[in-house]
């Protein structure tokens, strides 16, 4: 089934840790994305990349950061873990700009 | 700023009618997206607008409003299964997605 995987499904992360969340697509699509979801906010877009090759900040890059070596996928890296990171992310991707966003299943992330 | 504004939760009955506003400004405008997203989920597209009026999708119709900057989502016949989060997203100048806080709608037997 065509779609989008994420993992881990979730994680407990010491603070100071690296942690790489993975991200794959078999859709094809050119455009991918990382937001972030916590309790009484909206989804705030951490990193995305448009094509193969290129990436771009978000609302909340900090922190955070993202490679497209190809189409297919686009992980995502907490270089030294804070507890503000503690979040559930999502990985989407889309077909073009006014696409709509295709979702991972999301990443739970505690980070103690 | 940018700005999305939808009520933070509703309730209603199962088999009637419930309406979710949404009310946004923007830098500039590209569409708007309604998103389905049930505890624990990821979210799911359910609609699109990017001109005025009404699309109707089943038992889900989503109405647009451009020079008011208001939108809603208009869903008929409840069943307990559309008890969820729905969350508004306004495409912005830079083709960049604008999302509110999500309305979680609570339906009551």
């Known amino acids: 089934i065509a779609g989008i995987t994420q993992a881990p499904t979730s994680q407990i992360l010491a603070a100071g840790r690296r942690m790489t969340l993975r991200c794959t697509q078999d859709?094809?699509?050119?455009?991918m994305y990382w937001y972030r979801q916590d309790l009484g906010l909206g989804l705030r877009l951490i990193h995305y990349?448009?094509?193969?090759?290129?990436?771009g900040k978000g609302e909340v890059p900090d922190g955070y950061s993202v490679s497209r070596a190809n189409t297919d996928d686009f992980p995502l890296t907490l270089a030294s873990a804070v507890p503000s990171q503690t979040s559930v992310y999502f990985c989407?991707?889309?077909?073009?700009?006014?696409?709509?966003?295709?979702f991972g299943n999301g990443t739970r992330l505690t980070v103690t | 700023g940018q700005n999305i504004d939808q009520p933070t939760e509703m309730t209603a009955t199962e088999g009637a009618i419930v309406q979710i506003n949404c009310t946004y400004q923007?830098?500039?405008?590209?569409?708007l997206f309604w998103y389905q997203q049930h505890a624990g989920e990821a979210p799911t597209f359910l609609s699109y607008?990017?001109l005025d009026g009404l699309e109707e999708k089943g038992r889900f119709s989503s109405f647009l409003s451009r020079s008011k900057g208001y939108s809603y989502l208009l869903l008929k016949e409840l069943q307990m299964k559309d008890s969820a989060s729905y969350l508004c997203?306004?495409?912005?100048?830079?083709?960049?997605?604008?999302w509110g806080a999500g309305t979680k709608l609570i339906i009551k037997p």
């Open positions: 997203a306004v495409m912005d100048s830079n083709y960049q997605l604008i």
């Open positions: 923007t830098s500039g405008f590209n569409g």
């Open positions: 989407a991707s889309s077909d073009s700009q006014n696409s709509p966003l295709h």
């Open positions: 607008n990017v």
């Open positions: 990349s448009n094509t193969a090759g290129t990436t």
């Open positions: 859709m094809r699509h050119n455009a």
